[in-house]
């Protein structure tokens, strides 16, 4: 028997949408295969319904040829099913180790046996490559160690189907580039992995398979080593996607952000994050700040929005000193905000969809009736934006964005920033998340945006995003810009040398 897992005619329906319409998907022993799909075509939810998350309404489930009732995750678990969810399961103020061992404890005489937990944790980090701090607390490390704490999680479990549920969208490239040595490592010794992405690259180089999904139905199966990546492309989306930015040249007018000799310190770290930072975006271009993360590119967005506080320097909008302004009166004033974490800074995820895109204006008059918020109003704003920005959900614009895919809560955060149609678009990895053709509509939106005459402050980690959007790239290093450069007289090469700290200009 070739396969080690069969999901046979699945349906599962949520209110006004049917996530998962009559798909079948087989899984090979010792495979990497990739899930294929546009934002909200229903991978998480088919995968769910594998981990007994979700009990779907039609069809079954087989595993080596044999039929399997999957009631929740613990069945999942007995049968050697494990999960990295896209919106990781962690306790935050639990270790490293506690999450590992949570639900699988052992004991003896009532004890918890924690010793040889530990030398088994220990012992699986370092064969498949996995480094992690047992004693750290979740909270306090990086979002690659937490995925790294999950990985261990199924590897203390004994899982032999491993599925990963966009396990690159919240990497850096070189946390990316280790994660698919060890997805290559577990297949070898004769895993069978489940594999979520968007990126078609990272599909190219470890998928043997993939199965692709639109709007809740399968589309089809193929080798990826016979299928290029414009064919997987058109077969998600239904349509050529182009992959290149198209673009005429800048034209940088007057200055819209000025910020000078700016450091931030974040909290209980001694050294400073942003160092005396200085530079300027203008009406009409695009400046990007490139740099590996953790360089203080996030600490100095926090800075210009308010969101943390300053301990030198001064932020200008349009010549008036912001430095001390609120973060609201920031944006009332014309800066707006995609944030590097959605859940966090960008969404209440208990409020409806129509809530989450008028949180930023609300309290304006058009919104206004007396003091009271005119819902009419709002919905018809929220709709529109719904149907521009293709923002898909069950419910339209009632939906409780927790419910809603990932991606497409990522495209409500963009669609209401942009409508505010602000002086300074500030836009935190923009696309992480997203499907090739959301990519390619939000960087159409963010080139409008600067032919309109605004300027656009755009943070990636992703150097292809970098070369393709920016017309200006500051690259910043250990807190401080080390490089102003022009995308054209660049390359990705050179770029990397300077995010490496390996070489550095003279910065005004
Ligand atoms: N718990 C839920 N309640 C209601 N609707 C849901 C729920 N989970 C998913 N949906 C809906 O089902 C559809 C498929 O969602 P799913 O999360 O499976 O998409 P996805 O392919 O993983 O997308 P993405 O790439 O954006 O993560 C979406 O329209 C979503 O709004
Ligand atoms: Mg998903």
């Given at each position: 028997m070739d396969y080690i897992i069969e999901m046979l005619n699945i349906t599962k329906e949520f209110p006004g949408i049917?996530?998962?319409?009559d798909i079948t998907l087989q899984l090979k022993r010792g495979e990497i295969h990739a899930l294929l799909g546009e934002n909200g075509a229903g991978k998480s939810t088919l995968m769910s319904v594998l981990f007994g998350m979700y009990k779907p309404e039609k069809g079954h489930i087989r595993k080596n040829g044999k039929e399997v009732e999957i009631k929740d995750p613990n069945d999942a678990n007995d049968l050697g099913i494990g999960m990295v969810h896209q919106h990781f399961k962690l306790?935050?103020?639990?270790?490293v180790l506690q999450n590992i061992i949570l639900g699988v404890e052992e004991t003896k005489n009532g004890v918890l046996q924690l010793k040889d937990a530990r030398k088994r944790v220990i012992e699986l980090s370092e064969r498949y490559g996995?480094?992690?701090?047992?004693?750290?607390?979740i909270e306090d490390i990086t979002v690659g160690m937490q995925q790294r704490v999950e990985i261990l999680k199924m590897l203390f479990r004994e899982n032999e189907v491993l599925i990963f549920d966009?396990?690159?969208?919240?990497?850096?490239p070189q946390e990316i580039d280790e994660l698919m040595k060890i997805m290559k490592n577990l297949a070898k010794e004769g895993k069978s992995i489940l594999f979520i992405t968007h990126k078609l690259n990272e599909i190219k180089e470890v998928a043997n398979r993939c199965s692709v999904l639109r709007k809740g139905k399968y589309i089809g199966t193929v080798d990826v080593a016979d299928t290029t990546k414009e064919q997987m492309s058109e077969m998600m989306v239904g349509h050529k996607v182009n992959f290149c930015v198209e673009k005429t040249e800048a034209k940088p007018k007057d200055v819209v952000l000025e910020v000078n000799n700016l450091s931030v310190n974040r909290k209980g770290?001694?050294?400073?994050?942003?160092?005396n930072v200085s530079f300027q975006v203008r009406q009409g271009e695009i400046v990007c700040i490139a740099g590996?993360?953790?360089?203080g590119q996030s600490e100095l967005v926090y800075g210009i929005t308010g969101l943390m506080p300053i301990s030198d320097g001064s932020v200008h909008l349009n010549g008036k000193d912001?430095?001390?302004?609120s973060v609201r009166k920031r944006n009332i004033d014309g800066i707006a905000h995609i944030p590097e974490d959605r859940h966090k800074d960008g969404l209440?995820?208990?409020?409806t969809l129509s809530e989450n895109l008028v949180l930023?204006?609300?309290?304006?008059k058009g919104f206004q009736n007396h003091g009271f918020i005119n819902f009419a109003k709002v919905n018809d704003y929220s709709n529109k934006l719904i149907e521009q920005y293709d923002?898909?959900?069950?419910?339209?614009?009632?939906?409780?964005?927790?419910?809603?895919?990932g991606g497409n809560q990522q495209k409500a955060i963009i669609a209401r920033e942009i409508s505010l149609n602000p002086e300074l678009l500030i836009a935190v990895?923009?696309?992480?998340?997203?499907d090739v053709g959301a990519i390619e509509y939000i960087h159409k939106q963010l080139v409008a945006q600067r032919d309109s005459g605004k300027a656009v402050l755009m943070v990636s980690l992703e150097l292809d995003e970098v070369m393709n959007v920016s017309d200006r790239i500051l690259v910043m290093y250990e807190g401080e810009i080390v490089a102003d450069l022009k995308p054209e007289e660049t390359n990705i090469k050179e770029l990397g040398l300077y995010m490496a700290g390996s070489k550095r200009d003279e910065v005004k």
């Open positions: 049917i996530a998962n319409d306790v935050q103020n639990f270790t996995l480094m992690v701090e047992p004693d750290a607390v966009e396990p690159t969208a919240v990497l850096t770290q001694s050294k400073k994050s942003v160092h590996i993360d953790g360089n912001i430095t001390k302004e209440v995820l208990d409020y930023k204006n609300y309290f304006m923002v898909r959900s069950g419910q339209g614009n009632k939906t409780i964005v927790r419910s809603m895919s990895q923009p696309t992480r998340g997203l």
